[in-house]
């Protein structure tokens, strides 16, 4: 798989970069303010070590049921990916492999997103 050659501390790495740039973006960061962020920390992990091929074990709810009521637009799915992209770029991911992860997520846009 594209990104199994990635150790867990990269996946760990690039999660926390995400989460930092996350943070830093108020229009986004008010979808967490009721979210245990270690917890969350944790199941993005796992996510994204499944994702990206690794064999770890996600313990996470399903992408639809975790997003549900949320009311997360399409505006707000889209900056989500522009800060995975900008934390996929800090961490010296190079474009192939950033462009192979994001297809991997690219379908879940219909399981996260309500308008």
Request: glycine fraction near 6%.
């Amino acid at each position: 798989m594209f990104f199994c050659h990635f150790k867990h501390f990269k996946v760990t790495q690039i999660t926390d970069s995400f989460l930092q740039n996350l943070a830093k973006y108020p229009l986004i960061a008010h979808h967490f303010e009721q979210t245990d962020i270690h917890a969350f920390r944790q199941r993005l992990i796992e996510h994204m070590c499944i994702v990206s091929g690794g064999d770890c074990v996600y313990k996470g709810e399903s992408m639809f049921d975790s997003h549900v009521g949320l009311h997360i637009s399409q505006a707000d799915f889209d900056a989500v990916v522009g800060h995975l992209i900008e934390a996929l770029k800090q961490q010296q991911i190079g474009i192939a492999t950033r462009n192979a992860l994001l297809a991997k997520l690219a379908p879940m846009y219909q399981e996260i997103t309500y308008y």
